[in-house]
């Protein structure tokens, strides 16, 4: 080999390894790229979930409290990977559930169902949260303005109170007869079993908390211009009424309480506690599995020679305040 031939072998041999080194700088990148997305992203939500936001009023976090925070977001993110296996089986299967959920004023219902759906497909997991009916639905058969929210196959429906208002909020504020809440208790059984005979899965969740705590929920909800949007005048009714809300609560549970569509009591003092307890129990109550899926690969990017962006107007653009 002459000097020639060895400096051209020199050559390719040192932009191999230039090429190698930049193709693992690339991969690096990517790889850093994405643990920054991630930690981003729930960065974000973790900064959601401290509600009370301590460190903006100077309270330090004691290091036990730490410690359960750190227990608390670990499971939840792992229950939240289950929810989404389950939610890939449902659609897979054609499966329909119903998830009700009622309870006290404050006791963390919207909290447990923002956790269900963090992380699930909002065009399969819908929220179903109906305003007071209105003149031509009060003259309608009381369960058809639910009908049309129940779930088709491939689908689950979380109803953020749900025809139990009758039983509820409706008894208590007298909106309803003594006539129509009779006949509510005679069809609800026979409703909710003509349901389940049609294939649709229904699971009932009744929040549960103390005369105090809800106290110190309604006093936060006073104080905090973030949550005071919580606080209606039918919450500060449902304060002054505890002992009528929780005699309708007893023959709600006893009256309805089927084993077709029975009804379960999550324990909501603890609102962390309460999370992660009913979303582990809903787990258990479906019969799903995890669904393979073929691998995916991403299709390379097709590159057209005479392709020129377009430049958007300066007017167009959003000022980068932060």
């Known amino acids: ?22 193709s693992a700088d690339t991969v690096q990148h990517r790889r850093r790229r994405l643990e920054e997305e991630l930690i981003d992203a729930y960065d974000e939500e973790l900064e959601m979930e401290v509600d009370d936001r301590l460190q903006e009023i100077g309270i330090e976090i004691g290091e036990e409290a730490r410690a359960l925070r750190r227990v608390y977001f670990r499971e939840l993110i792992r229950l939240q990977g289950e929810l989404v296996k389950m939610q890939d089986w449902i659609v897979s299967t054609g499966h329909r559930l119903v998830v009700i959920f009622e309870g006290r004023d404050a006791a963390g219902k919207g909290g447990v169902i923002k956790r269900i759906t963090q992380r699930l497909n909002p065009r399969m997991c819908r929220v179903a949260a109906l305003p007071a009916p209105n003149n031509r639905e009060r003259t309608q058969w009381y369960f058809q303005r639910y009908v049309q929210h129940l779930p088709a196959g491939g689908e689950m429906v979380l109803f953020d109170r749900s025809w139990y208002n009758r039983a509820g909020v409706e008894r208590v504020m007298n909106f309803c007869t003594d006539e129509e809440y009779e006949e509510f208790f005679r069809s609800v059984p026979e409703f909710e079993k003509m349901l389940v005979r049609s294939g649709i899965q229904i699971v009932k969740y009744w929040f549960s908390i103390t005369d105090d705590e809800q106290e110190v929920r309604f006093q936060s909800r006073i104080e905090d211009p973030l949550k005071q949007w919580k606080l209606s005048p039918m919450d500060l009714e449902s304060r002054r009424r505890w002992e009528q809300y929780t005699h309708v609560k007893e023959v709600m549970l006893q009256r309805s309480h089927i084993p077709e569509a029975p009804w379960w009591v999550v324990q909501g003092v603890d609102k962390k506690r309460a999370r992660l307890n009913c979303i582990h129990h809903l787990l258990s109550q479906v019969p799903y ?15 057209h020679p005479d392709y020129i962006r377009q430049p958007v107007s300066q007017d167009m653009i959003v000022p980068d305040v932060y």
Do not use: F, K
């Open 289 to 303: 599995h995890e669904i393979e899926h073929a691998s995916v690969t991403l299709p390379s990017r097709v590159h």
């Open 1 to 22: 080999m002459n000097e020639r031939e060895r400096a051209q072998r020199s050559a390719r041999e040192s932009g191999g390894a230039v090429d190698r080194e930049a």
